[in-house]
């Protein structure tokens, strides 16, 4: 399993670095690596290098940052996501993340319960996934927005709504562009919400006949509109 | 939200049934029903029926049978599953239900870390996931097994192991006839146990450049191989 850490930017070839406490600890004492071992470092932003653990000096760790590596340019996918409750919202973003999602819009529908989860709680579970998965570019977050508002600002030319029903699939669009993803929340879109969904242009997709926890229609939905 | 809970078969239309003290406690604490409500009877082993609550009799629901609802009959889909740590393994299971696996077969994989979920943690989790998704036939569990011997277990014509690598995705396949899907442990296959899959029939697909957590890939690739 790859040592994933993050270093703030820019990261230079050759350059050594001591890393902060945080990442210090998750090195040394999570992972146990010792100097010598082969690392990722993630800027966090937008690159990521490899490189190599140098000395565990204290609680600190010095490591050398290695060549950039070359990653793929992602093609738009935009996840809308009607905010189930906080602990499944959480779940979704770090999902979506692993997927490849480019920007992740949080929506209050009308059934979404409560509370979302805060700025901060979302930022740590996107650099977890970031280090889980080894993207190098974060997806661009917003909201909590109205409905409407994160319909206005999606503009992919391909639009899908993953329902729990049993419709069909759409096959005959094209691919590569770009497209977006709403899935609502638990207890789902309202009447008017998909028929708001519809006139912005998306269309359902299927994700078979069982009712799912928002976290596997994300998983599911994006893994279906992303390979076709 | 559909309020599902579970009876002993047999379901007949028309009888009422006492139900035992963790369906009435979910029932009427957890979902907090009142007597009137619709609700969704499940024998645990193949039929869902409608059904109404009748009554709150101290800490008893009694409710009544309704007619037995027609679900979609199954297409064969088999996930082969590497065991990963016991919280993914459970979460890989319950998001496997929700997509509808018929059969889930855990693996010992080389790379599987210390101990498997229990049987019993198994079964929990199965019926948690039947009451969340509404599915009436659980999928057939079997393992811990060996790798070979899950592999010569597999019917299916079509075979697929999920990497988080990137391959292209084998598009040749038809479709409908059943498929089985292999996901690795986090860690993945080792080649050894890639070349004996291979050997089995199985080829792989793309879940995309990043490294997944096992119930992501198993989301995605179940996703992905149903849809084809």
């Known amino acids: 399993m790859s040592l994933r850490v993050f270093a703030p930017a820019p990261l230079v070839p050759g350059a050594e670095i001591v890393l902060d406490d945080d990442e210090s600890h998750y090195l040394s004492r999570v992972r146990r690596a010792v100097p010598g071992d082969a690392i990722d470092l993630l800027d966090g932003v937008s690159s990521r290098h490899g490189g190599e653990v140098v000395a565990i000096e204290g609680r600190r760790c010095r490591v050398r940052v290695g060549a950039a590596i070359d990653l793929p340019e ?3 996918l935009v996840l809308v996501l ?3 409750d906080v602990g499944a919202a959480i779940e979704s973003i770090a999902v979506a993340c692993e997927l490849g999602a480019t920007q992740i819009a949080l929506v209050r529908a009308a059934r979404t319960p409560g509370v979302a989860p805060t700025t901060d709680r979302v930022a740590r579970v996107v650099r977890a996934a970031q280090r889980q998965c080894g ?3 974060p997806p661009e977050l917003a909201g909590p927005l109205a409905l409407a508002e994160a319909l206005a600002q999606v503009h992919t ?3 899908r709504v993953a329902t729990p029903g049993a419709s069909p699939l759409d096959d005959r ?3 590569g562009a770009g497209t977006a993803l709403l899935v609502g929340p638990e ?3 309202t009447p008017a919400e998909a028929a708001d969904a519809r006139a912005a242009g998306f269309v359902p997709i299927s994700l078979g006949p069982w009712t799912l926890r928002t976290p596997t ?3 599911a939905g994006l893994a279906l509109v992303r390979a076709r």
């Open 173 to 175: 669009a094209p691919q």
């Open 82 to 84: 009607g905010l189930p």
């Open 217 to 219: 229609a994300v998983a």
């Open 157 to 159: 030319p391909f639009r």
């Open 74 to 76: 992602p093609t738009p």
């Open 187 to 189: 207890g789902g879109l």
């Open 135 to 137: 993207r190098a570019r």
